[in-house]
């Protein structure tokens, strides 16, 4: 399992990690495809999900989840999401009790190539220390 704070932006589906699903946006429609974007997060950090199809209403915040060959990349929308993929898979494993930390959100940190890693990213900047979908409560 990987923390959510160590994931990078990659083309391949090898992120194996558990967090809780805070909140979630609303469902829109993806060509013939349902899709909403939540809000997840674990101890270390927090990150945009998007979830697919029946998984929109099957899954609500509290749900804890268990993500299996997940993907960290840029959706038709270009953002950055942490999602199951083709590949992956994605289980309800429990319920309301975890602990988890908001921020950093890895959503919202702009990457770019690193220079001694062609096929590898690195953090240049935070575009915002928390969510900018799901913004903090006042």
């Not at 899954?59 to 083709?86: M, T, W």
């Not at 702009?110 to 903090?136: A, C, G, L, M, T």
């Amino acid at each position: 399992m990987v923390s959510i704070k160590d994931i990078v932006p990659a083309a391949q589906n090898n992120i194996n990690a558990q967090f809780i699903l805070l909140d979630k946006g609303r469902t829109t429609m993806e060509g013939q495809n349902k899709t909403c974007m939540a809000l997840v997060a674990d101890e270390t950090a927090s990150v945009h999900f998007q979830l697919w199809g029946d998984e929109c209403d099957a899954l609500e915040p509290g749900d804890i989840l268990r993500l299996s060959n997940g993907i960290f990349s840029y959706n038709r929308s270009n953002h950055l999401v942490l999602r199951a993929g083709k590949r992956g898979a994605i289980h309800k494993v429990g319920v309301f009790t975890m602990v988890f930390a908001e921020t950093p959100n890895m959503s919202e940190i702009r990457w770019v190539p690193d220079p001694n890693h062609s096929n590898k990213y690195v953090q240049e900047s935070v575009i915002s220390p928390h969510s900018r979908i799901f913004p903090p409560l006042p």
